[in-house]
């Protein structure tokens, strides 16, 4: 069946019934495994593997009513710090009858809106990228939630007004979920999107610990270079971070163009320092503590009225 191929080679007893198959050649087809049921109402044709799709495709062509959500939903997606944990998580009505497959775990709710769901070519319902990330703080850290925040607005799957919006209209005292999300979303950093994961861990860590003018991809025009955009910076005193975890930043190009780089910075009065990867990886605290100690060594030397005048880059 042709319809099965866009279906992650499941077929549902509809697409069976209108494809001219009567109830006894449905019955030998199971019978003889050429299909194999996945939930009631959905099978799956042997020669297709059993995938986390099939399953989600499954779901929903069974019950119009479900929708793959959580985990799931954000694993469909692409979001970042998802683990596999073998489920299917589905949002349905208090009164739903999502079925008892061992691996479908649902989350009833009468607060799911027609906006917050998506239609996709394969018959899969699945939860808006901004409806997502709000019900992911069910199962993930802040340091997560952040960080698939940040990956949304960097690859322009929601804004952040739509965060505010779709959260606020289910931040009921059921949902305390929902009062989180917006807790974390108002402590956002200004400025654009982090642009990786590490720049949404290293933006919040630095955050927490320096809580005034830190700004994400702060925009800079420099003579002798053009214009750049620092991954962190507080430009009230003219200081910015790099994160260099980027393979190209350790090749001999571009480390020099990353010299050339903060030369032409200097030349203008910023600081500008340098984390890598084995910074963040195997000493991070260590290094979060170390910016902390130049950001307020840079403060105290530009309010200073006598500043001690010294080179910004060796």
Same mark, same amino acid.
Request: with cysteine.
């Given at each position: 069946?042709?319809?099965?191929? =866009? !279906? ?61 959500? %959580?985990?799931?939903?954000? $694993? ?31 989350? $009833? ?10 239609? &996709? ?61 917006? =807790? ?26 320096? =809580? ?13 270079? %053009? ?24 090749? &001999? ?20 320092? &340098? ?11 260590? =290094? ?20 001690? !005048? ?5």
């Amino acid at each position: 069946m042709n319809v099965a191929a =866009t !279906q992650h080679g499941v077929v549902s007893l509809t697409n069976l019934q209108d494809a001219g198959f009567s109830a006894d050649q449905i019955a030998r087809l199971v019978s003889t495994a050429t299909i194999r049921r996945v939930v009631d109402g959905a099978y799956r044709f042997a020669s297709h593997p059993e995938t986390e799709l099939g399953r989600c495709s499954a779901v929903c062509l069974s019950r119009p009513g479900l929708t793959i959500a %959580g985990p799931t939903a954000a $694993r469909l997606w692409g979001f970042r710090r998802v683990g596999k944990d073998q489920s299917i998580h589905i949002i349905c009505r208090p009164k739903a009858q999502p079925g008892r497959a061992p691996w479908l775990v649902p989350y $009833r709710t009468a607060r799911l809106d027609d906006g917050d769901v998506v239609g &996709r070519a394969d018959g899969i319902r699945v939860t808006t990228p901004a409806r997502t990330v709000i019900d992911m703080t069910r199962f993930a850290s802040d340091i997560a939630i952040i960080s698939m925040i940040e990956q949304g607005l960097d690859k322009h799957w929601f804004r952040e007004s739509d965060l505010q919006e779709t959260a606020a209209a289910i931040a009921t005292p059921g949902r305390p979920f929902a009062k989180r999300f917006l =807790t974390l979303l108002s402590n956002r950093i200004g400025g654009g999107a982090a642009g990786s994961d590490w720049e949404s861990i290293v933006g919040g860590a630095l955050g927490a610990r320096v =809580t005034v003018g830190l700004v994400r991809q702060h925009a800079l025009s420099v003579g002798g270079y %053009g214009n750049l955009r620092f991954d962190l910076a507080i430009p009230n005193i003219k200081w910015a971070l790099e994160i260099d975890v980027h393979p190209s930043h350790y090749t &001999r190009e571009g480390a020099a163009k990353d010299k050339f780089r903060d030369r032409c910075c200097a030349e203008v009065g910023w600081l500008v320092q &340098r984390v890598g990867e084995p910074d963040l990886q195997h000493r991070f605290e260590a =290094t979060m503590d170390s910016l902390e100690r130049q950001i307020r060594k840079r403060r105290a030397t530009l309010t200073s009225p006598h500043p001690v !005048q010294h080179p910004d880059v060796a």
